[in-house]
């Protein structure tokens, strides 16, 4: 890499030994370099050393533009935007060019004309990265001129012709020459505007208002689709389809245990003053368990995809509805627990499309699916026939009742009396705080009931476990 410290025109930088090289081949040293080095490329990416990554590495490896092909919440455009930190720190560029021309192959006519005019004293300034990075979302309002580039009608007025190439005001690709470009919704694209950017990909020329500019972009396209819409029944071109040399296919988490990850990465961070907050492991098991059967489910529209946002929203929101219960009550921790799982229906309905359209039916697939959840966590840290001493003392008359604002004391007056509660508590909860106790006390009378083990009464807004 050429030292910036006065490299400042054209004469210096060939001094300094710089030789131009084409974005692709930038991107493909850089990456190599990262391989032998063993550096993480994509961090924050969970889930994909095996199946994504490696196809990424291969097309650029390949020097091939890539489409990402799958469903929302996939992390495709955090992919895309992490591409950057494959490019050189900074780059030459002729000083005051709209497309980052390079000082030593400069091609549109303003750069042109000034290397014949000033030659090596052509002044030159160096680009950073992140400003070598471009993305539109593809909209129903995007024209040829948003992306390519249109005539300029001030520069008319003041005397050029239509057809002089300065009249030229460049769009988005062009601006991001020499750099990485992605269009996230790629079939969304009206037809004229693929064929436009068909062009541009495979004759490296772009046509305004009827007029022809030869102009060799140096562009390395990315862009990102829904399987559903890129196919040729769908709405891309086939031509454009054609010309991208590598698809690779993203995907939703594949374990609960990705998924936690993500979720614990991802969510919302706040200073919660005094109050301390946790989440028990198998509450986020819960969480996360819920959008994995979403995924599944025939009552959810598998085409719009269940997104790991909805795993991160819902997290938020058991964590928000256990910090309201600690200020309400004075509690020093916050801990979700079964009782708070209700609340997720405001963020689980306003992510997932469901196949009818009864509002009574939404809710009840949201609790079915919350339901099952619960009981697989529960199947997968318990065997029922272990707790036959617990079950035993409900069928002698015992009942234990639970709400969302009981004091977290209750429920450890509750395990001391109902011989075996504490005993199964202490499966999942190491701790002594009252807080932990409550949550795990509830995992395990709801898991009992889910097994049909005990009964479980609504009265006056309190649940009611007994036998």
């Known amino acids: 890499m050429v030292k910036t410290t006065n490299v400042k025109t054209i004469g210096k930088l060939k001094a300094a030994g710089y ?5 692709k081949e930038e991107l493909r040293h850089n990456l190599l370099e990262a391989l032998r080095k063993k550096k993480n490329i994509f961090p924050g990416i969970i889930g994909y050393d095996d199946t ?35 490019l050189d720190e900074e780059v030459p560029v002729i000083q ?15 750069c042109r004309d000034r290397v014949a005019e000033e030659g090596d004293d052509t002044p030159i300034e160096w680009l950073p990265r992140e400003e070598r990075y ?17 005539v300029d009608p001030i520069k008319v007025a003041e005397g050029r012709y239509l057809s002089d190439e300065l009249a030229i005001h460049y769009g988005l690709i062009p601006r991001t020459n020499r750099g990485i470009f992605c269009i996230n919704e790629l079939p969304d694209l009206a037809e004229r505007l693929q064929v436009g950017l068909f062009n541009l990909m495979e004759e490296r020329d ?11 972009l140096d562009i390395f396209l990315v862009a990102s689709a829904n399987p559903e819409d890129y196919t040729n029944r769908g709405r ?13 296919r993203t995907h939703y988490p594949t374990t609960i245990g990705q998924e936690v990850t993500i979720m614990d990465m991802e969510r919302r961070h706040f200073d919660n003053g005094q109050i301390e907050s946790h989440v028990p492991d198998f509450m986020k098991e819960i969480i996360a368990e819920i959008t994995h059967l979403g995924r599944k489910s025939p009552d959810i529209n598998q085409r719009s995809g269940v997104s790991v946002r909805i795993s991160i929203a819902n997290y938020e929101t058991i ?58 966590v529960f199947n997968r840290h318990y065997r029922v026939h272990d707790l036959e001493t617990l079950i035993a003392q409900f069928s002698e008359g015992f009942s234990v009742e639970v709400f969302d604002m009981m004091p ?3 429920y450890v007056r509750n395990t001391k009396e109902v011989i075996g509660l504490l005993e199964a508590v202490k499966k999942v909860c190491d701790s002594e705080r009252p807080e932990m106790i409550a949550s795990a006390a509830e995992f395990v009378l709801e898991g009992l009931h889910l097994n049909k083990r005990l009964n479980k009464a609504k009265q006056e807004g309190k649940t009611i476990y007994r036998s």
């Not at 030789?19 to 974005?23: A, C, M, Q």
């Not at 471009?134 to 249109?150: V, Y």
């Not at 031509?239 to 991208?244: A, C, T």
């Not at 499309?353 to 009840?364: L, P």
Request: glycine share 6%; net charge positive; hydrophobic share 40%.
């Open 19 to 23: 030789k131009p090289v084409s974005i």
């Open 52 to 86: 994504v990554i490696p196809q990424i590495e291969n097309a650029i490896i390949s020097g091939q533009d890539i489409i990402f092909l799958g469903e929302r919440g996939q992390a495709k455009s955090r992919l895309m935007r992490q591409l950057v930190s494959l």
């Open 96 to 110: 005051g060019c709209e497309i980052n021309d390079d000082p030593l192959r400069p091609i549109c006519r303003y």
């Open 134 to 150: 471009g993305e539109k979302l593809a909209t129903p309002d995007i024209s040829i001129a948003d992306l390519i580039g249109d």
């Open 206 to 216: 772009i046509q305004i208002r009827g007029y022809r500019i030869r102009l060799p």
């Open 236 to 248: 891309i071109i086939t031509p454009l389809k054609d010309r991208f040399g590598a698809q690779a």
């Open 319 to 376: 964590l928000s509805n256990a910090i309201r219960r600690a200020v309400i009550l004075g509690e020093k921790l916050a801990v979700p627990r079964i009782t708070d799982l209700p609340h997720i229906h405001s963020s689980t309905a306003s992510k997932i499309e469901m196949e009818g359209f009864e509002e009574a039916r939404e809710d009840k697939i949201i609790n079915d699916l919350t339901r099952k959840a619960t009981l697989n």
């Open 408 to 410: 977290a004391k209750a």
